[in-house]
T-cell receptor
Framework: GAGVSQSPRYKVAKRGQDVALRCDPISGHVSLFWYQQALGQGPEFLTYFQNEAQLDKSGLPSDRFFAERPEGSVSTLKIQRTQQEDSAVYLC?????????????FGQGTRLTVV | AQSVTQLDSQVPVFEEAPVELRCNYSSSVSVYLFWYVQYPNQGLQLLLKYLSGSTLVKGINGFEAEFNKSQTSFHLRNPSVHISDTAEYFCAVSDWGDSSYKLIFGSGTRLLVRP
């Protein structure tokens, strides 16, 4: 596709359930990012990949959050034992380069609701 | 740590009127500055960015922003808005250097254009 694709668009999880969110970046984009956007807030950085290497995971809120990009393309954000505070929109972005000067293209996001 | 302040959570304006959306950032170190727009049920789209050079930056849909280093501001302006500009607008900053890939977002300003 032409843009960043995320699936599912909506996910309802029971508290304690594990979830997996998928991101298909733009083909050829080296860099991939995950952001978390709580209701009424701006996106907050979670993690950054350059190809398959996870270079920065400083924004992951707890060890229940895990991200991977094993072949340097598709990425999965996994949340174990979901809690209500995990409810948010999870945004994926990709870019050709790994600096702020390179435009990041965002997907539509996955809205996670933990009940 | 870097932070971004968007003081106005919502700005109502009539169609064809001018508008200014305010953005201030905390650190005076060299930065990249961005404005993103988020239409309902869509991903973030880059409106414009300041990397270096001229402090007045022009973007899409008639929007422009001016970088003011002394005031650490990057306010977004449009001389004549349309109903279709109704959306959420996010200001973002990244520091020069090794972590320039990391965008720090403000909490957003909802622009509501009325006929």
């Amino acid at each position: 596709g032409a843009g960043v694709s995320q699936s599912p668009r909506y996910k309802v999880a029971k508290r304690g359930q594990d979830v997996a969110l998928r991101c298909d970046p733009i083909s050829g984009h080296v860099s991939l990012f995950w952001y978390q956007q709580a209701l009424g807030q701006g996106p907050e950085f979670l993690t950054y990949f350059q190809n398959e290497a996870q270079l920065d995971k400083s924004g992951l809120p707890s060890d229940r959050f895990f991200a991977e990009r094993p072949e340097g393309s598709v990425s999965t954000l996994k949340i174990q034992r979901t809690q209500q505070e995990d409810s948010a929109v999870y945004l994926c972005a990709s870019s050709l380069g790994g600096t702020g000067a390179t435009e990041a293209f965002f997907g539509q996001g996955t809205r996670l609701t933990v009940v | 740590a870097q932070s971004v302040t968007q003081l106005d959570s919502q700005v109502p304006v009539f169609e064809e009127a001018p508008v200014e959306l305010r953005c201030n950032y905390s650190s005076s170190v060299s930065v990249y500055l961005f404005w993103y727009v988020q239409y309902p049920n869509q991903g973030l789209q880059l409106l414009l960015k300041y990397l270096s050079g001229s402090t007045l930056v022009k973007g899409i849909n008639g929007f422009e922003a001016e970088f003011n280093k002394s005031q650490t501001s990057f306010h977004l302006r449009n001389p004549s808005v349309h109903i279709s500009d109704t959306a959420e607008y996010f200001c973002a900053v990244s520091d020069w250097g090794d972590s320039s890939y990391k965008l720090i977002f403000g909490s957003g300003t909802r622009l509501l254009v009325r006929p």
